[in-house]
């Protein structure tokens, strides 16, 4: 078969999702909210937290790194989506291609650790409160933070140079919304099916162990939960960790169903809904969930607006 020479072409054909559907126009106009609701309230939880001193402790330090990932996650896709619909034109370069992968698998990755770590922060929080400011001193914070970020880049930056290498046959038609292994490996002209393999045993390493971890703190929780005296305590950390578990759930299905199920399962309009979720609805949610039910949040969002009105005034 022919091959493409990817690194000369004018790059790769992604889906239009929004010019296939039955009202590309009304399809478009959704998207574009929902952008806009992800970019405010993720801006807005970072600033309620940059900004409010009672909120400089651990367990939001680590949900605005929740709040940058999402904001970033949806930024390298959801734009481009709109841009190629208002232009008429689905290309993307193989560097953009390429970089495409690089982002998503690095936000990705991170938030997967990232979200393990915000677990082992309520474990230590309400199984070990009078060790809590020790286990959880700023400097661990800070360790966790870098962890997240250096590890899924590591780990992004082999995957994305890996499968660019690839030669690429004569069609550039990508039946993906977005560039990601899955789909581009249909692509390539080469046996893939050792690469394949990798990336299956990558995600089960990268997705897996992270995902035993919270089930197991989750599950300490929830036994000294049950446990406590106080019924306010008891609700208070219910509502806490049940809003940490609807993001794990909404997060966890969507990547393991990505990464992890074999090929042969993959469908593209599947994919194309599942990438909808994760990059454009997800974000969306995870400030709201961790806010709305959130009385600090609230509470800190309120004085900081108020902070603001009077300096208006003033």
Known sequence: MELWNSTLGSGFILMNILKDSGSPDLLCAVIGILYILALTCNCLLLLVI????R?????????????LMDLLFTSVVTPKILVDYLRKKNTISFGGCAFQIFMVLTLGGAEDLL????????YVAICHPLNYMVLMRPKICWLMVATSWILASLNALIHTSYTMHFPFCMSRQISHLLCEIPPLL??????????ELMVYVMGVAFLMPPLAAILASYTFVLVAVLHMASGEGRQKALVTCSSHLTVVGMYYGAAMFMYILPSYYHRPQQDNILSVFYTIITPTLNPLIYSLRNKEVMGALHRVLGRCTSTQRL
């Open 186 to 195: 249909k692509l390539a002209c080469a046996d893939t099916s050792r690469y």
């Open 115 to 122: 979200l393990a770590f915000m677990a082992y922060d309520r």
């Open 55 to 67: 909120l400089h402790v651990p367990m939001y330090l680590l949900l605005s790194q929740l709040s």
């Open 50 to 53: 940059t900004m409010d001193a």
